[in-house]
């Protein structure tokens, strides 16, 4: 529970997380029994294990495990979560760690941004680079947290009348407000997905679901049409702004003509490897040289983690990979909760390679808590009771 409350703190105390993730290994051993392995959804975790250890079986071959180590290192972070929670019988305590967590970061960056309004004359929120700066994290991890305190807290809210009802969904509303005040785009498209999805579970979805669509259709026009001025001082709206989302859509170019000039890759490029082709890429097909410069001295990543897997290892590996994912869905498809969270890991690697930061790899370590660990059914009724 503290490791999670103090994940979002790692720049400024960054020996705790690490210190704490070593007491849990080196106590592990101890407390770990055979039959704490029932809960695992054996065959998944089983799959997981293996695109793990081809990781690192391909670097090992193509002599690249020392440079491949730092990314293959927090990809086994994320399981090794999930190893390390077996143990664990109650799962409420990690899940407040989450909600406490999330509103530790909106505290803390609200208090920024006030204490910025107040110093400076002229400031946009939501598009300001100040405001940006303000945030404890980066807005794409600030909206991963917030998406998964909103369905812990949706999850623990009881249908009957309970005292705890009230708190969180003043959680669940926070969260919303936080996320739509600094417009975060993922996290917005995020949450209307998971609005409709919800209407697939439970009865007559013929009346909610086409409601429910209406609803987010009706809110998105709202924020689409919504104008804001921009530190250049001109007024764009949300979807003009989304059109010019310029770092990504840039990469991306770079990342299809590689894979389209390369053919299948069977080895991989390794990490830097994949680092250098997309350098070049920038140097040779970016034609602005402010911009050139900046992608080059920055080598900026493919911001896709299913490509970023394919390009440094191989068909192989994104095809484990892409297994994996599938078989949590197929499994888990009948309860809207692990689909849900399983939705928000898909769609964040879509845009980001979440592996990259050790904050992804503890977000996603979560999210493969809550899919591969059977325990939710057994708490949710002792929870009711």
Sequence with gaps: MLLFLTIPFDNFVRVLPNLLMGILVVTFPFIIRKEHFKKLNKIPALLFAVFCLYLVINAALFD?????????????????????????????????????????????SVVNIFVIINTSEDIVLGFSRQVIEALLIDRIYLGFIAILSILISYQSIQPKFHPNNKYLLANIIINVLFIFLLVSKIAVIILGALFIIRQLYGSKIWIRLPLAALVVAGLFALVLSTTNTVEDGTDKTFFERTLTWELRSQVWKCADRIASD??????????????????????????DDY?????????????????????????????????????????NR????????????????????????????????????????????????????
């Design 291 to 331: 911009k050139r410069n900046q992608f080059v001295a920055l080598r900026h990543n493919t911001h896709n983690q299913f490509v970023d897997i394919y390009f440094n290892w191989g068909i192989v590996a994104i095809v484990l990979f892409f297994a994996f994912l599938l078989l949590v869905f197929f499994k």
């Design 334 to 385: 009948k309860q809207f909760m692990p689909t849900a969270f399983l939705i928000v890991l898909v769609s964040y690697c879509m845009v980001e390679n979440v592996f990259h930061r050790q904050i992804g790899a503890y977000y996603v370590g979560f999210v493969l808590i809550a899919v591969l660990l059977q325990y939710q059914q057994k708490e949710n009724n002792i929870e009711k009771e």
């Design 262 to 287: 390369t053919g299948l890759i069977i080895q991989g490029f390794g990490f830097q490897g994949t680092k250098d082709k997309l350098v070049d890429c920038y140097s040779n097909y970016i034609e």
């Design 64 to 108: 690249r495990l020392q440079e491949d180590f730092v990314l293959i290192k927090k990809i086994a972070l994320s399981f090794g979560f999930v190893l390390l929670y077996i143990p664990i019988q109650d799962s409420k305590k990690i899940h407040r760690a989450i909600v406490f967590s999330s509103l530790a970061i909106i505290l803390f």
